[in-house]
């Protein structure tokens, strides 16, 4: 039997389940994701289960930002100590920033954050207000040197791969385009099954940890109040948890146990537009200064992934399941059969495999692949007729369709990306 179906040797049910793993522990055993001491602390590799749900995840995001008009791109993992000096993470953040590296007279830093190299993007070409707003994603990597006592499975890592973007704006435009985030997040939170606990706003507090600049506070946090009172959802305004540069929106998520984390972010920064010497032309000809609207909708995939992991119990939607059917031939007699069935369903986008008898009895391989949402058991009567008897995993069983049916049927719930097994 390939690995990844499930966790072997246990009866517990899907729910129970749910109940009594973390993430750190069923995804260890459902082989989505290990880590090794010589690769470090906070340094998860993804084994090819995990893999699966981390791409599905990530195709959908983008598809989302695409939708909503964002434009994608890359930039590098590594910057000068310089372009973080400019932006103001070296003397508000740098605790969390790895130490520099010498290079040819160079210092460069592991970035901690994507927003100062989106500010250049921006800043490399001249912009119209016509332009406006010009909404930039990435889903890119960023590293922060956590401490080891506070990491710990995907949730606290060293090694982030961020749903980031940067919308940038004119003053007037600002609020629509944080609204119009947070809409984004209500949505991808149905998809994905995910329930925010709160909404919280996030204040500066007392201390040196923020920029001194206590106009822009007051122009950022009166502007993400209308945010949140246009938008209708409860939420509380905390001190101390807001970002160096700017007031946030955190959308809190929990955990199995109670302990809340931030998933998703919206904030309001007049500071490194500033800090950058961002501009573009309005209908004056004049030069103005834009706003930079930070969102994420599911923060870092690392956190994403491991929420999902316990939330489902590892029973994902079909859509995120690493491995969507299985095929299981009875005997060896219809193996030929089972393997058709699964290179149809790779022709159709969908990734199943083959649990054939050198895999065990048909209940062991049945039972080892309770987490896949669609079991294809094939007999004797299936494989002459060319049809396939699908076993949910909610328990129900559908009368048998010929296979074309069948897999055309489960490619139409995955692409809907819906939450239930079969329609009607």
């Known amino acids: 039997m390939p690995r990844g179906f499930g966790v072997s040797g246990t009866r517990l049910t899907i729910r129970e389940e749910t109940t009594v793993h973390d993430h750190r522990k069923l995804g260890r055993e459902l082989d989505l994701f290990d880590t090794d001491p010589l690769i470090g602390s906070g340094l998860p590799y993804w084994l090819p289960a995990g893999a699966a749900v981390r791409q599905a995840l990530e195709q959908y995001i983008l598809g989302v930002e695409r939708r909503a008009g964002y434009r994608h791109v890359y930039s590098p993992v590594l910057g000068k100590r310089e372009l973080y000096e400019i932006s103001g993470h070296w003397s508000h953040y ?8 010498d290079l040819g007279g160079e210092q460069l830093v592991l970035r901690p954050s994507l927003c100062p190299h989106h500010a250049l993007i921006y800043r490399s070409r001249a912009h119209s207000y016509r332009e406006l707003p010009l909404r930039m994603a990435e889903l890119g990597g960023m590293h922060r040197s956590e401490l080891s006592g506070v990491l710990g499975g995907l949730t606290r890592v060293r090694a982030i791969q961020l749903n980031d973007a940067h919308i940038f704006c004119t003053p007037e435009q600002a609020a629509g385009e944080a609204l119009g985030a947070l ?23 007392a201390g040196g940890k923020y920029v001194a600049d206590p106009e822009l506070w007051e122009r950022s946090c009166k502007l993400l109040t209308e945010v949140l009172e246009a938008s209708g959802v409860p939420y509380e305004a905390v001190e101390g948890e807001a970002a160096f540069y700017g ?39 004049a030069k103005h200064r834009p706003v930079m609207v930070h969102r994420s909708i599911i923060g870092s995939v690392e956190r994403a992934v491991a929420h999902l992991i316990e939330v489902h119990g590892g029973a994902f939607p079909a859509w995120l399941a690493p491995v969507q059917l299985v095929a299981v031939p009875i005997s060896e007699a219809e193996v030929p059969a089972a393997a058709a069935l699964v290179e149809q369903c790779l022709d159709q986008g969908l990734r199943a495999e083959l649990a054939g008898p050198e895999h065990g009895t048909l209940g062991a391989r ?48 995955v692409a809907a990306r819906s939450s239930e097994l079969w329609g009607g």
Not at 94 to 101: H, R
Not at 183 to 205: F, K, M, T
């Open 94 to 101: 740098s605790e969390d920033m790895f130490p520099p590296m």
């Open 366 to 413: 049945i039972r080892a692949a309770r987490l896949v949402p669609y079991q294809a058991v094939i007999g004797a009567r299936e494989a002459s007729a060319g049809a396939v008897a699908l076993r949910l995993r909610d328990g129900r069983r559908p009368e048998a369709l010929p296979a074309g049916e069948a897999v055309g049927r489960v490619a139409a719930v």
């Open 247 to 285: 007031p946030k929106i955190d959308v809190q998520i929990a955990d199995g146990a109670g302990r809340e984390s931030t998933l998703s972010t919206v904030q309001i920064d007049f500071h490194q537009p500033e800090r950058f010497d961002l501009h573009y032309i309005s209908a004056d000809g």
């Open 183 to 205: 809409e984004l997040i209500r949505r991808a939170y149905a998809v994905l099954g995910i329930q925010a606990v709160r909404y919280r706003l996030s204040l500066p507090g």
